[in-house]
């Protein structure tokens, strides 16, 4: 069993950056791809980025070149650089874990974590 918490976000101006953090508890983190999704009022969870258990990565169109995950696996601790936010950013921001079907769809997820709220002024 793998629980989640993730911390980092805040109120950014537009062009600025934000590291967000996720910190999964249990012993079998290494053992999964992890995902960030991210919310905004009256929209559906959209996918945000996806890292597998040997840090190959994918990304949204959207947040490409701006947007990193990345995992440390020895702190049980996943991680999403975002620079160049833009006030279309501003979300909760979420991370889970893989568990089936395509890397996109947040049905295929657990261990949602409480979110973090990400708030990019223009």
């Known amino acids: 069993q793998v629980h989640t918490v993730e911390s980092g976000g805040g109120l950014v101006q537009a062009g600025g950056s934000l590291r967000l953090s996720c910190v999964a508890s249990g012993r079998t983190f290494d053992n999964y791809s992890m995902g960030w999704f991210r919310q905004a009022p009256g929209k559906e969870r959209e996918f945000v980025a996806w890292?597998?258990?040997?840090?190959?990565?994918t990304y949204d169109d959207s947040v490409v070149g701006r947007f990193t995950i990345s995992r440390d696996n020895a702190k049980n601790t996943l991680y999403l650089q975002m620079d160049s936010l833009q006030p279309e950013d501003t979300a909760v921001y979420y991370c889970?874990?893989?568990?089936?079907?395509?890397?996109?769809?947040?049905?295929?997820?657990?261990?949602w974590g409480q979110g973090t709220q990400v708030t990019v002024s223009s």
């Open positions: 890292i597998s258990t040997i840090s190959t990565t």
């Open positions: 889970a874990r893989h568990m089936s079907g395509n890397a996109f769809n947040p049905s295929g997820y657990d261990d």
